[in-house]
């Protein structure tokens, strides 16, 4: 089946530690997303990827970053930065017609900081 | 950036009960998005409509872009589908979403 699919469900990080979470697509999109929720809250944009080996920053970048090293994979590593990481995280992908492209998100990851 | 707001934040409905989600933005969009959370986080795609109206089973949507405005319609509402429902608006390359709408279908 199609789709896109992020490890671990839930993630426990001890304050100071860095985290990578793991998003994978077999959808065959050129660009990749990672999303941020926190409760009750709309989505926040952290990173895009249009293609491979080429990234940019979106509205709450700080303390997070990522890497594009193949088309299928776009994994987002939390840094001991970012100072409120506890939050549910998801990760989309979208078609080559990128800014109009349908964004599918896959199913999340609960990170909580102990 | 662009501002979506979403109405009601909260609707409440018994089961059979039509309703209206609102999504308003400030700017001009590339393109609009609905969605449905379920319980568990999975965001749902519901409608992928830059402007006209879409329908799907008990579903439908209208947006009219010139006037910065998108319509969710539920009819018949069942418990299945209570959950939040966002409406995100692409903008350049990235989704910006409103905060949501939490409805609750009681039986």
């Known amino acids: 089946d199609g789709g896109i699919t992020q490890s671990p469900k839930y993630l426990f990080r001890k304050e100071g530690q860095n985290v990578t979470l793991s998003c994978e697509q077999n959808?065959?999109?050129?660009?990749m997303y990672w999303y941020r929720q926190d409760p009750g809250q709309g989505l926040r944009l952290i990173y895009y990827s249009q293609i491979v080996n080429d990234f940019q920053k979106g509205d709450i970048a700080e303390g997070y970053s990522v890497s594009r090293e193949k088309k299928e994979s776009f994994p987002l590593t939390v840094t001991s930065a970012q100072k409120n990481p506890t939050a549910f995280y998801l990760c989309a992908s979208s078609s080559a017609s990128g800014a109009r492209g349908e964004q599918f998100f896959g199913p999340g990851t609960r990170l909580t900081v102990l | 950036g662009i501002q979506v707001e979403q109405s009601p934040p909260d609707l409440i409905l018994q089961e059979g009960a039509n309703s209206t989600l609102r999504c308003n933005f400030s700017d001009s969009v590339n393109n609009l998005q609905w969605f449905h959370q379920n319980p568990w986080g999975q965001l749902i795609n519901l409608f992928y409509i830059p402007s006209g109206t879409k329908q799907n089973g008990r579903l439908s949507a209208t947006t009219v872009a010139t006037e910065r405005y998108s319509l969710l319609y539920i009819s018949s509402s069942q418990t299945t589908d209570s959950g939040v429902y966002f409406c995100?608006?692409?903008?350049?390359?990235?989704?910006?979403f409103g905060a949501g709408t939490t409805v609750t279908v009681r039986a």
């Open positions: 959808l065959n999109h050129d660009a």
């Open positions: 995100a608006v692409v903008n350049d390359y990235k989704l910006s």
